[in-house]
């Protein structure tokens, strides 16, 4: 059975393709939106399947994420994905972003439905990006 609420103008169904208070909260207020203008690091991921692209940009000091804001052009459940990742990445030491799988920001945000659960691999993706990018401009530093 499903069971079909309206909150703040965005419907909220319960039963099959349930979402959570949590992904709601974090569609409706996004954190970190934006972009660093200079950066240290970028990331960019896409979906194959259905063309919405994550992009992240990183600000670093000492191996720590120091800032970080997001650019989603996707569907609710990216924005949602994409606005945790950079709550769980922001202040983290490098090694320990690297670490925050697709699994970790599902956890955070209480669940996905499992048609849902490819949007969360853009975040992952496009933090490993950012840190990749990051570490490619220090190798390539001559100073
Ligand atoms: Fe494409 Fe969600 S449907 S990222």
Same mark, same amino acid.
């Given at each position: $059975?499903?069971?079909? +609420?309206?909150?703040?103008?965005?419907?909220?169904?319960?039963?099959?393709?349930?979402?959570?208070?949590?992904?709601?909260?974090?569609?409706?207020?996004?954190?970190?939106?934006?972009?660093?203008?200079? =950066?240290?690091?970028?990331?960019?991921?896409?979906?194959?399947?259905?063309?919405? $692209?994550?992009?992240?940009?990183?600000?670093?000091?000492?191996?720590?994420?120091?800032?970080?804001?997001?650019?989603?052009?996707?569907?609710?459940?990216?924005?949602?994905?994409?606005?945790?990742? +950079?709550?769980?990445?922001?202040?983290? $030491?490098?090694?320990?972003?690297?670490?925050?799988?697709?699994?970790?920001?599902?956890?955070?945000?209480?669940?996905?439905?499992?048609?849902?659960?490819?949007?969360?691999?853009?975040?992952?993706?496009?933090?490993? =990006?950012?840190?990749?990018?990051?570490?490619?401009? $220090?190798?390539?530093?001559?100073?």
């Amino acid at each position: $059975m499903t069971l079909k +609420t309206h909150i703040g103008g965005y419907q909220k169904v319960t039963g099959f393709g349930f979402y959570s208070d949590k992904v709601i909260d974090h569609f409706q207020n996004p954190r970190n939106v934006g972009k660093i203008e200079d =950066a240290d690091g970028v990331g960019v991921a896409g979906s194959e399947s259905c063309g919405d $692209m994550v992009q992240i940009t990183i600000k670093v000091r000492d191996d720590r994420i120091e800032d970080v804001k997001f650019k989603t052009y996707g569907c609710g459940a990216a924005i949602a994905i994409s606005s945790i990742a +950079t709550e769980l990445i922001k202040g983290e $030491m490098l090694e320990d972003a690297l670490q925050v799988s697709n699994q970790d920001v599902v956890e955070a945000l209480a669940g996905l439905p499992p048609v849902k659960m490819h949007c969360s691999l853009l975040a992952e993706e496009a933090i490993k =990006a950012a840190i990749a990018d990051y570490q490619n401009r $220090m190798r390539n530093d001559t100073r």
